[in-house]
Nanobody, 129 residues
Framework: QVQLVESGGGLVQAGNSLRVSCAASSRIVIDYTMAWFRQAPGKEREFVASITWSGIRLLYAESVKGRFTISSDRAKNTFYLQMDSLKPEDTAVYYC??????????????????????WGQGTQVTVAT
């Protein structure tokens, strides 16, 4: 059973950048759909971005498009979310998740939390004004 561990969260000023990482506990030998979600206090968990381990089929939420970049490094069993031009409304706990590769063909379904079977514990990102 794979474990996903996020890291790299922290406190940052608005307009600055931060990169969060998600490392898988075991080597990924087949392709999967990987995603970042976030959850702000009192709000539902929402989709941020997704990618396959092989680095294709990128998808972003409209709220982060042009500011966030998702990427994967299969050799390191790690994928990333580079967050630029951060805003206070980006403040949330960021979670990584893994789903089946076939999910990467389904634009609507891969934005749903229920489509993913493994989750990390989350990393807090706080953007100060």
């Amino acid at each position: 059973q794979v474990q996903l561990v996020e890291s790299g969260g922290g406190l940052v000023q608005a307009g600055n950048s931060l990169r969060v990482s998600c490392a898988a506990s075991s080597r990924i030998v087949i392709d999967y759909t990987m995603a970042w979600f976030r959850q702000a206090p009192g709000k539902e968990r929402e989709f941020v971005a997704s990618i396959t381990w092989s680095g294709i089929r990128l998808l972003y939420a409209e709220s982060v498009k042009g500011r966030f970049t998702i990427s994967s490094d299969r050799a390191k069993n790690t994928f990333y979310l580079q967050m630029d031009s951060l805003k206070p409304e980006d403040t949330a706990v960021y979670y990584c998740a893994r789903g089946p590769f076939a999910l990467s063909n389904l634009e609507d379904e891969r934005q749903l939390t229920t489509s993913y079977d493994y989750w990390g514990q989350g990393t807090q990102v706080t953007v100060a004004t």
